[in-house]
């Protein structure tokens, strides 16, 4: 679709990225206008070639565990007007599923994921860059209760991959990468003003 705004927003695993977006678009899908939503979560490489035991040794932190390229493609095609297929990610078994979801193109797409600003091969399709920055106390506490419930994870397990692979990658890549938004977003996905901002610049360009 010609003009097609990309919205990227990013953040450390349990910054309330996710949250801020979908109150962001239902508010905006309540309002009769039309949006799309893809998380980089689903362009986590599929694993389905590899033991169990090997999946859990993946760094799930790094900017390569996603496919990035494909990513990178379906937001190309979104902005020609052609639909993509939208895979899907199981958490529990690491593997891409089989089926796909048909996503449609539309004025603004909004992407959300941890690695979206620390991948320099992304930031040129982005048209504004919001980062989610919430300190990583606060993260893991919300990191714990979700794993614990949505993701099917126990507290060792948890607790983990926190210190092997979350926090170090977080200071590696997420942390610095706050440094190629052009807004930053201070208490997650609660922060009024922030939605309040985003959501009448997201209104001028869909009306
Ligand atoms: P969000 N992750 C998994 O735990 N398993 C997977 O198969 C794929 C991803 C975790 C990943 C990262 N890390 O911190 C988090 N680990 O999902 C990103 N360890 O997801 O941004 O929604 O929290
Ligand atoms: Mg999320």
Redesign the pocket.
């Known amino acids: 679709m010609p003009n097609t705004r990309i919205i990227a927003i990013s ?5 309330g ?2 949250l801020f977006t979908q109150t962001l678009i239902a508010e905006i899908l309540d309002e009769g206008l039309d949006i799309r939503v893809l ?3 689903h362009y ?1 490489r599929d ?1 389905t070639h590899l033991s169990m035991e090997d ?1 859990l040794q ?4 790094h900017p390569k ?1 996603f496919e990035h390229e494909l990513l990178i493609r379906h937001l190309e095609e979104l902005k020609q007007g052609q639909s993509i297929d939208y895979p899907q ?3 529990k ?2 593997t891409r599923l089989p089926d796909t979801q048909p996503i449609t193109p539309a004025s603004v797409i909004i992407v ?3 690695m979206l600003l620390a991948s320099p091969e992304l930031l040129p399709l982005f048209d504004i860059k919001v980062f989610i920055d919430t300190p990583l106390d606060i993260c893991l506490l919300r ?1 714990i209760t ?2 614990l419930q949505e ?1 099917g ?1 126990s507290l060792q397990s948890i607790t983990e ?2 210190e ?3 926090k170090p ?1 977080y200071h590696k890549f997420v942390a610095p990468s706050r440094f190629t938004a052009d807004v930053i977003v201070t208490q997650g996905g609660k922060n009024r003003i922030a939605l309040d901002v985003l959501k009448s610049h997201i209104q001028q360009v869909l009306k």
């Open positions: 953040g450390g695993s349990g910054s990225k996710s998380c980089e979560d986590y694993q999946r993946t760094n799930y932190d565990a990610y199981c958490f078994t690491h959300e994921g941890i990191r979700r794993d993701r994870r991959q926190y092997s692979t979350v990658m």
